[in-house]
């Protein structure tokens, strides 16, 4: 996982003066309503001002590095416009780290300029928010949408395939039934659903595995929802009553992940 590696990076950089990292989590969450009025930017503001304030007095090399750092991390928020994520984490150095992380799980408003990345908040997150699979279930469709740290990795949809009795990944030729045959599909599905889902749960354990899943949560039907936890080796963590298969997955993911 991408974040797991980046973890594994930093925490065993270490910097010489006058050269260090910033570390910084910045909480950017409109929704917060401490942030209504775009406070995001007065913290960062007086966050650099403090520390500039700091380096000039005590070290002027250090306070160059950090005037050339602020230019990059402006330019780069100047960039995103008014497409804010809830929360962003930085770490920069004068010397080529550039690492920008988009999260949409909230963060304390922190900064750090030390020789080493303060990464104690990045790795309580990847605990709290662990690599996760959200199932949506639907009658005779299924998406899988994986997340780590409440940040959408992959998406895949599955269909039932009625001639060959199996489930296709919707990207594969499948062949889609005739609107007239669209009945008789669901009358086979509801017929045949304990050995059809029994066959899902068996995939989406090699799924689990190949793809290191710590959780799994399903959102259908209760009937569905318990045979796969019924047939699955790797435990489900929650089962929510709720058809979302068709809603925009990062509104889903949004609203799970408070439920889960």
């Known amino acids: 996982m991408a974040i797991d590696s980046l973890i594994n990076k930093l925490q065993y950089v270490q910097l010489e003066p006058p050269d260090k990292i910033l570390s910084l989590y910045l909480n950017t969450d409109m929704r917060d309503p401490e942030q209504q009025g775009g406070e995001w930017k007065i913290a960062l503001k007086s966050g650099f001002s403090r520390l500039k304030e700091y380096l000039a007095a005590s070290d002027p090399e250090e306070e160059k590095c950090l005037d050339g750092i602020k230019a990059k991390m402006n330019q780069y928020l100047n960039a995103m416009g008014k497409d804010m994520p809830r929360s962003l984490v930085f770490f920069v150095s004068g010397s080529g780290i550039w690492e920008p992380i988009k999260l949409q799980v909230p963060v304390d408003t922190r900064f750090y300029w030390e020789e080493t990345a303060v990464l104690d ?28 740290l409440g940040e959408i990795e992959a998406v895949e949809r599955y269909e039932y395939d009625m001639i060959n009795e199996s489930w296709k990944n919707c990207h594969s030729a499948v062949d889609k039934a005739p609107p007239f045959e669209e009945n008789r599909m669901r009358e086979h599905v509801t017929e045949n659903q304990s050995r059809l889902y029994k066959r899902l749960a068996a995939s989406l354990d090699q799924k689990a595995a190949a793809k290191r899943w710590e959780r799994m949560v399903i959102a259908g039907d209760k009937e569905t929802a318990d045979i796969l936890d019924q047939h699955m080796n790797k435990p489900i963590h929650s089962k929510i009553q709720k058809n979302l298969l068709n809603e925009n997955e990062h509104k889903v993911i949004e609203h799970l992940i408070k439920e889960a």
């Open 121 to 148: 908040q990045l790795k309580g997150l990847r605990h709290a928010y662990p690599s996760t699979a959200f199932i949506l279930t639907q009658q005779q469709e299924v998406k899988i949408i994986e997340t780590v």
